[in-house]
């Protein structure tokens, strides 16, 4: 894990990824837009985690943000799924709730999960900018998401661990500069 942390802290590649993550997310929060945040098994826990520290709060009181996990709605989730495709379960949802200025975050240990890429694809579509927490070498969504940050790792529980980090990180960082 420390081996893991200290190459991340080294990799100028992943540090400017965050910044340019954290810039975006300022300026789309500022700018009254959302973010919509989608994964799969425990990336889909983080995803719901990482909505409830925006609409809620971080460590200080603040105003809500808006953000809606793509993976809370029980009732969209298996309905799509079942008449359609779990592939385009995301993407259905960002067709219907997004528009331009908003972001989408994707997480996905491998940059390879199908409904994580559908997503991206229909985001583009709108206009709508795409961040990526990543793990492995970062898969197919690492050159389809504008911003991907990829954790060097095949590791599951530790790239879902820094992931983690990661969100935290962004949330006080956001905290920082919003009211």
């Known amino acids: 894990m420390y081996e893991l942390i200290r190459l991340i802290q080294s990799d100028n590649n992943i540090n400017l990824s965050i910044t ?10 500022k700018n009254n837009r959302k973010l919509l945040i989608a994964g799969n098994g425990g990336s ?9 520290e925006i609409v ?20 969209i989730l298996t309905a799509w799924s ?13 067709e219907a709730l997004g528009k331009k200025g908003d972001i989408f975050f994707g997480l996905s240990t491998s ?4 409904n994580i890429i559908e997503a991206v694809k229909q985001a583009k579509d709108q206009t709508i900018k795409t961040i990526c927490l990543l ?7 690492k050159n389809l998401c504008d911003i991907p940050i990829v ?18 990180c962004l949330c006080e960082e956001l905290e920082k500069s919003l009211p």
């Open 44 to 52: 889909a826990s983080q995803a719901q985690h990482f909505s409830g």
């Open 20 to 29: 340019n993550a954290i810039s975006e997310t300022i300026l789309c929060l």
């Open 151 to 168: 954790i060097p790792s095949n590791n599951t529980p530790r790239i879902q661990e820094i992931h983690l980090f990661l969100i935290h």
């Open 135 to 141: 793990g492995n070498d970062g898969g197919k969504l």
């Open 82 to 94: 079942n008449d359609y495709s779990f592939d385009t379960v995301f993407s259905r949802q960002i």
């Open 111 to 114: 940059g390879n999960s199908k």
């Open 56 to 75: 809620g709060r971080y460590k200080k009181e603040r105003k809500g943000y808006a953000a809606i996990a793509l993976t809370a709605d029980s009732s």
